[in-house]
């Protein structure tokens, strides 16, 4: 069984933007500058987004984070939004999900330009990727795809299922594993809740990706010998034995199902530093677009 490393293979990739950073400040270019908006103090987005701040960091990128209040209305979101497509000097920018209940986040999500959209959620970036053309891809699939490819995991002709049909993973990842090239060539089923006899289908699947955000849901039994088992879940669960009073758990029953996989995520590890490696991966080809651009 093969571990695939999120950690390590993110830590490879940040160290390769690094490297193209130096390149741009030896040769006297500006270097990339991530924006990140978050409303409110959802304690896990906050952990999140300070963890994007630090990777930008160390790989040499600016960064901003706006820190606004949970009664923030729409009007006032897109406006700040506005502000950050008419900057010159942002590359890129998110706005961290979930968003309190007075906001429409699909009218947020709308409001991203396009260019700058480096979470790859604005329809026409997703449209683009849809149609295979060169765009964000949206940054947890897009690791997915990166482990996979590093890992040499073969993709073509097997059967994908995926669990989940979120328009963060589930969907795009559905898109990605048939489209033409390396990883894809696949054969993919997409799953959810309204999916009848799911057991019946993940055992017949070569690669399983699950994004369904419920503890160990994927048992040995649901897969078949030599699978490839891709984790996309993290939930907390209560555990008082762990100091913190709580465990982080993935979609996998991991004791298990890894004895019977060729490969899997291990979560945490896995899947999730792979999405901040990502996202700074999109905001270095914002940069390069916008240079070839000028």
Same mark, same amino acid.
């Given at each position: 069984?093969?571990?695939?490393?999120?950690?390590?293979?993110?830590?490879?990739?940040k160290e390769?933007?690094?490297?193209?950073?130096?390149?741009?400040?030896?040769n006297?270019?500006?270097v !990339?500058h991530?924006?990140?908006i978050?409303v409110g103090?959802?304690?896990?987005?906050?952990?999140?987004?300070?963890?994007k701040?630090?990777?930008?960091? +160390?790989v040499? /990128?600016?960064?901003t984070l706006?820190?606004?209040?949970?009664?923030?209305?729409?009007?006032?979101?897109?406006?700040?939004?506005?502000e950050?497509n008419?900057?010159?000097?942002?590359?890129? /920018?998110?706005?961290?999900?979930?968003?309190?209940?007075?906001?429409?986040t699909? +009218?947020i999500?709308?409001a991203i330009?396009?260019?700058?959209?480096?979470?790859? /959620?604005?329809?026409?970036? /997703?449209?683009?990727?849809?149609?295979?053309?060169?765009?964000?891809?949206p940054?947890? !699939?897009?690791?997915?795809?990166?482990?996979l490819e590093r890992?040499?995991?073969e993709?073509?002709?097997?059967?994908?299922?995926v669990?989940?049909r979120?328009?963060i993973?589930?969907?795009p990842?559905?898109?990605?594993?048939? +489209?033409?090239g390396?990883?894809?060539?696949?054969?993919?089923?997409?799953t959810h809740?309204f999916?009848?006899?799911?057991?019946?289908?993940?055992?017949?699947?070569?690669?399983i990706i699950?994004?369904?955000?419920v503890?160990?849901?994927?048992?040995?039994?649901?897969?078949?010998?030599d699978?490839v088992v891709?984790?996309v879940?993290i939930?907390?669960?209560?555990d008082?034995?762990?100091?913190?009073g709580?465990?982080?758990?993935?979609?996998?029953d991991?004791?298990?199902?890894?004895?019977?996989?060729?490969?899997i995520t291990?979560?945490?590890?896995?899947?999730?530093?792979?999405?901040?490696?990502?996202l700074?991966k999109?905001?270095l080809?914002?940069?390069?677009q916008?240079?070839l651009?000028?």
């Open positions: 069984m093969v571990l695939l490393d999120g950690k390590k293979i993110s830590n490879d990739i390769e933007i690094t490297a193209e950073v130096n390149k741009m400040k030896q006297g270019e500006k !990339p991530l924006a990140a978050i103090n959802d304690g896990a987005s906050l952990t999140y987004v300070g963890s701040v630090k990777a930008c960091e +160390r040499g /990128f600016e960064s706006i820190k606004l209040p949970s009664t923030t209305s729409e009007i006032e979101l897109l406006s700040k939004i506005n950050l008419q900057n010159e000097d942002i590359d890129g /920018f998110i706005v961290q999900l979930p968003l309190p209940i007075q906001i429409d699909q +009218r999500l709308m330009d396009p260019s700058k959209d480096v979470d790859g /959620f604005h329809p026409e970036n /997703f449209g683009k990727m849809a149609l295979d053309m060169t765009t964000f891809i940054a947890t !699939p897009f690791g997915i795809l990166e482990l890992y040499n995991v993709t073509k002709g097997k059967h994908t299922v669990i989940g979120s328009h993973v589930g969907r990842m559905s898109i990605l594993m048939g +489209r033409k390396f990883p894809g060539n696949s054969t993919v089923t997409l809740s999916t009848k006899n799911i057991a019946q289908i993940t055992t017949q699947a070569d690669i699950t994004a369904l955000g503890p160990n849901y994927l048992k040995a039994e649901m897969i078949k010998d699978a891709i984790d879940g939930t907390r669960v209560a008082e034995s762990d100091p913190r709580y465990k982080i758990t993935g979609d996998v991991f004791d298990n199902v890894s004895k019977k996989a060729s490969h291990p979560v945490p590890g896995g899947v999730g530093p792979m999405t901040i490696a990502m700074l999109n905001t080809l914002a940069r390069e916008k240079r651009k000028a």
